[in-house]
């Protein structure tokens, strides 16, 4: 599918941190903003807005349903303005609306394909999850699984196909959303598998998964995929992660694919980053995939 979208890139924040039970995240968007983190690349980005929860929704998943359902209008927007989308979370649980957003403008163009980079699988539903929040289910939610306000968004119909997606960087997870992703059959590369065989030949079998039969893709980087001792400002930090050095070097492979429509970065928590650290990796992660 022939696009040019990466002329110009839209940025969207989303300041929430109602999906995890450290709110932090929440002042991620408005941080990296000020720091002027994704501004001085060669592709020209812009902030076109930056959503935040309703005020009078009590529950967290009444809240966050009605958010991303912003937000997936908002995505399906800009790429129908022909920019590309770079959604700014908040906690992971606007994939969501981000993918649902990409999906709903793929429309009757094709599938669409996933890149899933962190630490965890986000894979749980409320009949597996210890904890309850929110950030840990959006996956589980994109293939239709789960709390049905979540997996309703835009369309009833499932966002993703499992033979479309791919994890990366997974090493911190429970039995139940395990069992689910084995279940559908989804690829799931775990930090172990990156440290044999390398984070960029890793990242080429996901493009290959996310390329094939789809109409595009799209890539969610959740920053706790980092190792926390070099950037420790994320809401659910993970031990034996990537340095932001190798996973830079990968996303240039995604530099200039047409197929990606895509991407959001999600987790950064100021609260917790020393430095700027956290941000900055932001910025250079962004700066290598575009
Ligand atoms: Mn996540």
Redesign the pocket.
Known sequence: MQRHLKNSVGLIGVASGLGAQDHGCEDGPLLLGELKIFQGNDIPAQWEDILRPAANLKSPTAAIAELCSRLASRVADELASGRFPLVIGGD?SCAIGTWSGVHQWLGARGPLGLIWI?A?M?SHTFATTPSGAL?GMPLACLLGHGEPALTSIATTEPKLSPEHVCLLGVRSYEAGEAALLNKLGVRVITMNEIRQRGMTAALAEAMAIARNGTAGYGVSI?L?VLDPAEEPGVGSPAPGGLSCDELEQALHLLHGDPAMLAMEI??YNPHRDRDHLTAKAAGALFRSAL
């Open positions: 992971h962190d965890h986000d950030h959740d706790d999600v987790e």
